[in-house]
C-alpha cells in the first residue's frame, strides 16, 4: 500500500516537474503556439511513462500552481539520470518543433541540462534524439532558419 | 432537410455549394439512415479540411484527413473547439464506414457539430468575414415515435454525454496548459520567472549551452541526423524507442475509440431485444 501511494507520488511528481519545465520551453518566446501543445502530453505519455489522468491531475492548478521554475529545476536535480534525460529530451523536442531557438529557450536549456548535470556530450545526445521526436510528431515543420544560432547566443 | 424550415445549411449555399449540399443530404439521413448521416458528415469535414489546406499550406494537401486536420491545427489555424468536433465527425465517421451501428442522437449530435464548424469554415474562408448562420434546428423525427424509443433515445443521449466526457478527458490529458487556466496570465508568470533567472545567470556569468551545435541540429536533414557518425547509433535507437512507445499510446487510443462503438452497438442491441420482446409479448 504505502509503496503503491510512492509510486504515485513519484509519477505526480514526475508530471509537475514535466509540465513545468515543458511550459517554461513552449512560452520562453512570449507566445503559446498549438505546435507545442498536444506533444507534450503524448511525450508525457508515451516516453515519461505517465497515465493520462497523472497527466491531468499534476496541470491542475492546486498542483502545479504553486511550483516556480526553481523549484522545477530543484527537482529535476533529484531526479534519477534516466529521467532527468528524458525530461531534457522532451524540451529540447518541445524548443524544436517549431523550428527556431529564442534566447530565453536558450537560457532554459542551459539551467535545465546544469540542473541535470549534463555533460557536452549527454546533452547532444537529447539534442539529437529531441530532434529526431519532434519530426515524428511535426513532419511538415516549416524550413529551419540558420540565423537560430545568432539569436540565441545574443 | 425535406422540411417547410428548410436545411441548417442553407446558409453555405453561397459560400460553397458541394458542402452545404453535404450538410443537407446529413440531416435528410440522419432519423432514417445515421451511419449513412455521419458518412456524409465525414466527407464534409474533409471537403473542409482540403479546401482550408488549399488555401492556406497547400504543401499539406497531399495528407489524409487525420494529419491534414493535426497540420491545421499545429500551425494555429484550427482552434481547437473546432478541432474536437471535426474530430470527432472523423472517428464517428470512421466507425460508421466500417460498420458500426450508430444511434440516431450521435449522428445529431454531430450534425450540431457540423453546423457550428460550417460557420467558423465560412467565415475562415470569407477571411474573417462575419458569417450569418442562424440556429441550428433538430431535423424533425418520425411521428411514430413511442414510449419505448424515448428510452431509447435517453439511454443513448446519456451514452453520448459519457463518451464526449472520456474524449475530453483524454484530451485534457494532452494538453500543455488546463482548459481551466488563464493562458495569457500565466505565460506572463512563466516569462517574468525566466527572465529573473536570465539576469540571475548572466551575472553570475553561467555560460550558455551550445546554441550553435543546437542550431547545426535544426537544420540537419533527418537523414544526416541518423547517420552521423558520432550520435547516429544512440539517435536510431532513440527513433525506434519513440516509435513503439507512440504506437503503444495510439493503439490504446484506438481501442478506446473501438470500446465507445461497442458501447453503442450494446445500447442498440439492447433496445432491438427490448422492443422484439415486447412484440413477442403483444404489448
Known sequence: MSETTATMNEQEQLAQLWFVAARAMAVADGTVPAVKEASAGLYAQAILGLSEETCRVAKSPESIGNLTLVDCLAGVHALPREQAEKIMTGVMMISFADGHMEPLEVRWASMLASACEMT??????????????????????????????????? | ???????????????????????????????????????????????????????????????????????????????????????????????????????????????????????????????????????????????????????????????????????????????????????????????????????????????????EFVAVVMAMEMEQLLEHPTLGLDTREAKREAEKQFQRIKEGFELREAMYAEERRALMLYHQRERQGRHTRGD
Open chain 1, 120 to 154: 557536452a556530450e549527454d546533452f547532444q545526445r537529447c539534442c539529437a534524439s529531441a530532434r529526431v521526436i519532434a519530426s515524428m510528431f511535426n513532419p511538415s515543420a516549416p524550413p529551419t532558419d540558420d540565423t537560430t544560432s545568432q539569436e540565441a547566443e545574443a
Open chain 2, 1 to 211: 432537410m425535406s422540411t417547410e424550415q428548410g436545411s441548417n445549411f442553407e446558409f453555405m449555399n453561397r459560400y460553397d455549394n458541394r458542402v452545404s449540399h453535404l450538410g443537407s443530404q446529413a440531416e435528410q439521413y440522419v432519423h432514417t439512415d445515421p451511419e449513412s448521416c455521419l458518412f456524409k458528415l465525414r466527407l464534409m469535414v474533409e471537403m473542409m479540411a482540403r479546401r482550408l489546406v488549399e488555401l492556406q499550406a497547400p504543401r499539406l494537401a497531399d495528407l489524409d484527413l487525420i494529419a491534414i486536420l493535426r497540420s491545421l491545427e499545429q500551425y494555429g489555424m484550427l482552434p481547437k473547439k473546432q478541432a474536437d468536433g471535426m474530430h470527432a465527425i472523423r472517428r464517428d465517421g470512421n466507425a460508421a464506414v466500417h460498420g458500426s451501428e450508430t444511434p440516431v442522437p450521435t449522428a445529431m449530435r454531430r450534425l450540431r457539430d457540423a453546423h457550428r464548424i460550417s460557420a467558423w469554415y465560412c467565415s475562415m474562408i470569407q477571411r474573417g468575414a462575419k458569417v450569418r448562420t442562424g440556429q441550428f434546428v433538430p431535423p424533425p423525427g418520425p411521428a411514430s415515435a413511442n414510449e419505448h424509443s424515448q428510452a431509447m433515445h435517453e439511454a443513448a443521449e446519456a451514452l453520448e454525454d459519457h463518451i464526449d466526457d472520456r474524449r475530453q478527458a483524454t484530451r485534457e490529458g494532452l494538453l500543455l496548459f488546463a482548459e481551466q487556466e488563464e493562458l495569457p496570465i500565466e505565460v506572463q508568470r512563466i516569462v517574468s520567472e525566466l527572465e529573473g533567472l536570465d539576469r540571475v545567470a548572466q551575472a553570475a556569468g553561467e555560460p550558455l549551452v551550445d546554441a
